[in-house]
């Protein structure tokens, strides 16, 4: 193997593993903000959550907390 091929066979792999690198921070970064928001804003009153079994939050559809409200209000009423 000759020096050419040694440099380009070095630099081809420095590159790849700064270009991996780099997206899989960005990725983490991304994910943090964006878990940082949701939970500002659950803790806000803006949105509703719920945990499912693997631990993830998802967001609960909005006819699911009208009708949970509307529930509660007419159980509240008949009391």
Known sequence: M?????????????????????????????????????????????IATKVDKDGDKSLIPINEVLATFNKAAIKKDKS
């Open 2 to 46: 000759d020096s050419l091929t040694h440099t380009i066979i070095t630099v081809g792999s420095l590159a790849s593993a700064y270009y991996l690198g780099s997206y899989v921070k960005a990725k983490s970064v991304f994910e943090d903000v964006v878990g940082n928001l949701l939970d500002k804003l659950e803790k806000d009153g803006f």
